[in-house]
């Protein structure tokens, strides 16, 4: 039975320990000392939130969102109604067509808008990184695991075969036997 990180590493992934890196160094660790490596991610990384971060999702959400659309096209729709009737019934309009004020408004949005939508991209990114090597460091226990058990299973076999092979030759030798009395 294995216990050290080192023979793990030396057997099963055919390479010196002190050769791998940090996070296949944990693995095989975690696999010598018979512990579990997977863990929630997603709350480890929430706790790192910050106030500002977690705003920016909420703006990222929002703005990507049905809503945000619906609402952001019904001003659209009320502005432009509302200059043009203002237009048509006064003679005048507090923004003429073709709406400047109102694209003024749409870039500002934008201008703010913009890098707020990709820092959430960026966590989002960053989130998604450390769950692949989550899923890596997973994935590579599992495999080690299932070497380990295919060893194991290999011995238990070479083993069972042994034992056939002693209960053959002892009934072997036990035909033999009845076979030279019967001739006798």
């Given amino acids: 039975m294995m216990k050290k990180p080192e023979d ?6 055919g390479v010196p320990y002190e050769s791998l890196d940090e996070r296949t160094k944990k693995v095989a660790r975690h696999v010598a000392e018979r512990k579990h490596i997977a863990r929630n991610t997603a709350k480890e990384f ?3 939130t910050t106030m500002g971060q977690q705003a920016a ?3 990222a959400t929002f703005g990507g969102s049905w809503t945000f659309i619906t609402i952001f096209a019904a001003i659209l729709v009320v502005w432009i109604s509302l ?8 003679d005048k309009s507090f923004d003429a067509y073709p709406y400047i004020l109102l694209n003024l ?4 949005l934008a201008a703010i808008q ?10 989002q990114a960053e989130k998604d990184r450390l769950n692949a090597e989550h899923d890596y460091e ?8 299932i070497m380990l058990l295919h060893e194991k299973v290999d011995l ?9 092979l002693a209960i053959q030759k002892e009934q072997l030798e036990l035909l033999g036997d009845l076979i030279e009395k019967k001739i006798v």
């Fill in 138 to 145: 997973v994935n590579l226990k599992a495999e080690l695991e």
């Fill in 114 to 123: 913009a890098p707020i939508i990709l820092m959430s991209q960026n966590r």
């Fill in 105 to 108: 408004f749409l870039s500002m």
């Fill in 57 to 59: 999702d909420a703006v």
């Fill in 8 to 13: 793990i590493a030396e057997r099963l992934l």
């Fill in 46 to 48: 929430d706790a790192k």
């Fill in 83 to 90: 200059n043009s009737y203002i237009l048509v019934k006064y």
């Fill in 156 to 164: 238990l076999r070479e083993g069972q075969w042994g034992e056939l």
